[in-house]
């Protein structure tokens, strides 16, 4: 799956999934998940927008880790939607893959990433468009790259 925002794919792993966490330079990150899942989500082409923008602030500079993504309905069956609507309660951190297959990690367990999960419903009131995932975090590092 590809879409034009840069991202092949994006996996959603909730924070109480890690049993291991650990950023082994300015930009490098191991990490593990206690259970053996994988939650990728059915990007829209075009649907995937993440990022970490800086903000320089008096005690440093702070990154807005963003992810708004858009995704395909026939991919959402009931059990992704009851997991992706705990993302207002439980934190999470996003596994962003590039088109160049670099592994880029938003969030982390002290800064998780929380939002809303919502169907976005089409021009006319019969038409179903999409589901859109929104969430955020403010973190003391940029986005970190994946150490495998």
């Known amino acids: ?3 034009l925002g840069g991202y092949k794919s994006v996996e959603l792993v909730f924070i109480d999934e890690l049993s ?3 950023v082994t330079s300015s930009s490098g990150v191991y990490l593990r998940k206690s259970k053996d ?3 990728l989500l059915p990007l829209r082409q075009s649907g995937a927008s993440v990022d970490a923008t ?3 602030e008096s005690s440093g500079t702070l990154y807005t880790h963003k992810a708004i993504i858009s995704l395909l309905s026939a ?3 009931k059990r992704l939607i009851a997991e992706l609507e705990q993302v207002a309660a439980r934190g999470s951190i996003l596994i962003a893959t590039t088109n160049n297959n670099e592994k880029r ?3 982390n367990p ?3 990433l929380f939002g809303t999960f919502a169907e976005i419903p089409g021009e006319k009131p019969s038409d179903f468009r999409h589901y859109e995932l929104s969430i955020s975090a403010t973190c003391i590092h940029p986005a970190l790259t994946l150490t495998e």
Do not use: E, L, S
Request: no cysteine; aromatic share 20%; charged share 15%.
């Open 37 to 39: 899942t994988q939650r």
């Open 110 to 112: 002290n800064y998780p």
């Open 54 to 56: 800086p903000k320089n």
């Open 105 to 107: 990690i938003f969030g």
């Open 1 to 3: 799956m590809n879409n």
């Open 75 to 77: 991919g959402v069956d």
């Open 20 to 22: 291991y966490f650990a």
